[in-house]
């Protein structure tokens, strides 16, 4: 059998393909999960739904916008393996007091 995102998505692909694409984003995928939380729980909390902006949630390069948690790892461990240029390219994606 499919594993349970894969058999929502062709469930979903068979009703709306738009629909089934986005449910793969892992933003979106998060959303959702909190959206059913939310209402098995019937609670008050009124969603507000926001688009991702900058780098998507996979992408391994720093954005000078909004980078990737993946970019901001990746350049981490490019540090912590001694390459100290690295922190210059944080300098820019990151709050000072978090350096």
Do not use: W
């Amino acid at each position: 059998g499919l594993s349970y995102p894969a058999a929502r998505q062709a469930a979903l692909a068979s009703l709306d393909p738009a629909a089934a694409e986005a449910v793969m984003d892992p933003n979106n995928i998060l959303a959702v999960e909190y959206l059913k939380a939310l209402k098995k729980r019937n609670s008050r909390i009124e969603p507000c739904p926001l688009k991702r902006t900058g780098s998507g949630y996979h992408e391994a390069a720093l954005s000078s916008s909004f980078s990737s948690a993946t970019a901001i790892r990746q350049t981490l461990l490019q540090l912590s393996s001694g390459q100290p240029e690295a922190l210059g390219c944080l300098h820019t994606v990151l709050p000072s007091d978090t350096l």
